[in-house]
């Protein structure tokens, strides 16, 4: 199966000092968070649709994007 990209995730509270919850469309095969020079810094494998709680606790302050990708036709 191909992978396709998830074009829009919301995220809350912004900013936060321990943990973000993702407010997912679908089950993922991954949730992605990079920093912003795009290197990976946390990884979550399969999250399910709805609300994802992510532990940004061991995150130093900075701007970070998050990526999801779904396995296509899901």
Same mark, same amino acid.
């Given at each position: *199966?191909?992978?396709?990209? /998830?074009? !829009?995730?919301? /995220?809350?509270?912004?900013? !936060? ?7 997912? %469309? ?6 992605? /968070?990079?920093?912003? !020079?795009?290197?990976?810094?946390? *990884?979550?494998?399969? %999250? ?7 532990? /940004?606790?061991?995150? *130093? ?8 990708? !779904?396995?296509?036709?899901?």
């Amino acid at each position: *199966k191909a992978n396709k990209r /998830v074009e !829009s995730l919301d /995220v809350y509270p912004v900013p !936060s000092e321990n943990e973000i919850t993702v407010s997912l %469309p679908e089950n993922l095969t991954s949730l992605e /968070v990079f920093n912003f !020079s795009n290197l990976p810094v946390l *990884k979550l494998l399969n %999250p399910e649709a709805g609300e994802t709680l992510v532990n /940004v606790s061991t995150l *130093k302050n900075g701007i970070y994007f998050i990526r999801g990708i !779904s396995a296509e036709g899901l």
